[in-house]
């Protein structure tokens, strides 16, 4: 089992930034592929950034261009640092432990809101 826990949310100004953090733990928390999903509400869970085992960031078109997907291996800890955030940005971000190629493991959000 993997255990994922989201920290760094809160609220900022629109152009402001903020750095998310994800921690995680388990018995078979490895270097998996870790991604940054986000959900809005009435909106479905969207993609926004992953970094491969072998360290390679993805990112989704909605935040591209203005999010980094980072790592610490030895703190077992994933970051999103976000930057030019806007009002639409507003939504519980979470993290996720890939199994296979997909997101198996969730953290429980983080709520980020970013005032216009």
């Known amino acids: 089992q993997v255990q994922l826990v989201e920290s760094g949310g809160g609220l900022v100004q629109a152009g402001g930034s903020l750095r998310l953090s994800c921690v995680g733990s388990?018995?078979?928390?490895?270097?998996?592929?870790k991604g940054w999903y986000r959900q809005a509400p009435g909106k479905q869970r969207e993609f926004v950034a992953a970094l491969t085992s072998s360290g390679e960031p993805r990112y989704g078109d909605s935040m591209k261009g203005r999010v980094t997907i980072s790592r610490d291996i030895r703190k077992n800890t994933v970051y999103l640092q976000m930057n030019s955030l806007k009002p639409e940005d507003t939504a519980v971000y979470y993290c996720?432990?890939?199994?296979?190629?997909?997101?198996?493991?969730w953290g429980q959000g983080t709520q980020v809101t970013v005032s216009s």
């Open positions: 388990g018995s078979i928390y490895s270097i998996n592929t």
């Open positions: 996720a432990d890939y199994f296979q190629g997909q997101p198996r493991w």
